[in-house]
């Protein structure tokens, strides 16, 4: 497939980042393996705004020039842990070349996917307030990272990746106690923030990226 680029380094060779490399110019495109020209491409131009902020927001959430308060690394390491519990390989593989490209990804890759692993469950789990949706309540299991494993990951991301999957698997019982884990494992409230958009981005990415996917091998002629 024939990507258009932009000057971004994406993948590793033995081990090492092949910083000649690029990122796609167009992520979820790149993702769905949508080829210039088809009627899937034809698509998604029907909804240029759609497809440019949806491609903004995806740098600005992942490839942000400014790093103080959630770096790169970070952001990088939540996306392969959220991917790999939402089991999406296309969304899964493209977070893990993005992490091993950044300064100490390859130290946090396979201790990240470890965690994926140990968190992948079904859900999504939680209770409503008294009313007539407290039929739909669910008990699951709360994650939490192993202990062996926060000092690879050091308290942020201990933090984030456990954060992280409340949101994805229990969304209905984030409450002010599991932002204030955030805040004390070093977290601000603007990192916080950009940490629930983050997750949230990556749900919406999966789901279209899943659509787009299904479409391109259901329909005729797409």
């Known amino acids: 497939m024939t990507i258009d680029v932009i000057d971004r380094p994406l993948t590793r060779d033995g081990g090492a980042v092949n910083v000649t490399a690029h990122w796609p110019a ?3 495109d790149h993702l769905a393996g949508i080829e210039p020209g088809s009627p899937l491409a034809a698509l998604r131009a029907e909804r240029p705004e759609a497809r440019r902020n949806a491609q903004l927001s995806a740098e600005a959430l992942f490839l942000p020039a400014e790093e103080t308060v959630f770096s790169r690394a970070e952001r990088a390491a939540v996306a392969l842990f959220v991917a790999g519990l939402h089991r999406q390989a296309a969304v899964f593989a493209f977070y893990r070349d993005l992490l091993v490209s950044q ?7 396979a201790t990240v996917i470890a965690e994926g692993r140990r968190g992948l469950t079904e859900g999504p789990y939680g209770a409503y307030p008294d009313g007539p949706l407290r039929v739909e309540n669910r008990s699951g299991p709360l994650y939490r990272v192993d202990p062996a ?7 942020r991301l201990t933090a984030a990746l456990t954060h992280a999957h409340l949101l994805v698997f ?7 106690l599991h932002l204030q884990a955030l805040l ?3 977290w601000d409230t603007t990192g916080i923030v950009t940490l629930s958009q983050l997750v949230a981005f990556l749900t919406f990415q999966i789901r279209v990226v899943s659509g787009l996917t ?3 091998y259901s329909l005729p002629g797409v």
């Not at 494993?149 to 308290?155: H, I, R, S």
């Not at 229990?170 to 002010?176: E, Q, T, V, Y």
């Open 149 to 155: 494993q926060a000092d690879v990951l050091g308290p």
């Open 103 to 109: 300064p100490g990804g390859l130290e946090l890759e």
């Open 214 to 216: 299904a479409l391109k």
């Open 184 to 186: 004390d494992a070093g």
């Open 26 to 28: 167009d992520w979820i």
């Open 170 to 176: 229990h969304p209905r019982d984030a409450s002010a």
